[in-house]
């Protein structure tokens, strides 16, 4: 996976080549539509199925430059979503069981295909019925890669990482334990998905209980639909993600109470105030992001002097003292706005692969759940030049995400001065 590391890793050249002028109108689309003709459940239309439909729902409708402009409650990498999420729901009195896509653009559950004796169970490694619900992940990395190019390969996992962790968040709500599948084929999966090359299975996971009832693998696949309007994925990539891994370990489960509310106003931050956060915000970040048993190492940037002082910090204990604010803004590509952040945190990990990279997106999503919950503000940093960075560390680790947090201006003057720029 070193080779796929380098191959993706952004450099000013690279970064040169990519920011050309785009026709959005290009754009494929974000939404994978089923036929009409299926039968659907709308959200809001039946409340047993709110759960579901907070692991993936539309926050925000606006247009820009003529074109729609939707957001969703997970983040995205230039908001352009190269994910899918299909539910199988068994045994839910009042709801068809059914292999289900979830349309979060329509906002629809749209029954694929019903199951009773068959169902995804024995493709994704369980023995018998499970009453509940079985989540199934895929990329779509196309949608990323028209932008992004190679880079997308890290964007694609990442993105899946946020969705993993808004269904932890989605299930938590509902007091509802998520358990991870890793123990199966993904190649039978893609194709009983009739994914087609185009879309892969990255994650699996249920939340329910065993039945005693034996169940039997589908007879026939599912029928096909492209995700995207058209595809011009590159062998490599495709390639490259034909031969990731799946979901393998646990994701940090969120450790803060969070509402539907809080679920539904998650927001990038695009605006810091100079101000700083408090004492004992910046103590019960610094304890998150410092917490050993991550499957990562967290390097966290402390950008002004407070209860820490301004430096670089590993496993809470300062290793270079010093004023980092600029040096970060140009590190992560000349994004000026990070100077106002109060702690850039760098994930790093001594292995690179597509489960890290889920891992490291589950657990910004908790952040930026954690930040809402605490009237603050956090954002995703998925540009960053990863020599310069892992130079500036000091580390041969390889670099797989970062993270700000600070205090964010108000959303009317973040609107405002979004209007100005
Ligand atoms: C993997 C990933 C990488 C991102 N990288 C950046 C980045 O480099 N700079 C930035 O300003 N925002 C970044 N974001 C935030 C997205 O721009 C943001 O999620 C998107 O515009 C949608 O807005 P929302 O999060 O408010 O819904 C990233 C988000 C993700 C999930």
Partial sequence: MSEVY?????TPLRVASLSGYRDWSWQPSMFKHYPNFLYRYKYEENPLLRMVELCRIVTSRLNSANQPYIQLNTPSAGNLHPVEL?????????IISGIYHVNAGNGELVLIQEVEREG??????????????????STVAFRSEWKYGLRAFRYCYLDAGHQLGAINAALKLYGREMTILSDFDAEAVNEFMAFRGDEFICAAMYSGDMSEKSVVAPKKNLMYVAATNYSELSEQTREHIAKSEIL??????????????????????RFFESESMTNIQVEYFMNILSKSNHSFSCYNIVLKDGVYKAGVYLNNRCIQEGHFAATMGSMLV??????????????????????????????VHALYLHAEVNALGCSGIGAFYDKKLQDFLGTQEYILYVSV???EKKRMQRECENEKN
């Fill in 6 to 10: 380098q191959e993706t890793a952004l």
């Fill in 86 to 94: 299909y539910v199988q729901i068994r045994g839910i009195k009042g």
């Fill in 120 to 137: 995804v169970e024995s493709l994704v490694g369980l023995q018998k019925r499970c009453n509940g619900f079985i989540f199934l992940l």
């Fill in 248 to 269: 393998k370990s646990d994701i940090l489960e969120l450790s803060c109470e969070i509402n539907e509310e809080q679920i539904l106003k998650r927001r990038s931050a």
């Fill in 334 to 363: 000349e994004q000026s706005f990070v100077k106002n952040a109060e702690i850039v945190s760098v994930f790093c990990s001594k292995y690179f692969s597509s489960n890290k990279l889920m891992q490291a997106g589950a657990f």
């Fill in 405 to 407: 947090l600070g205090v």
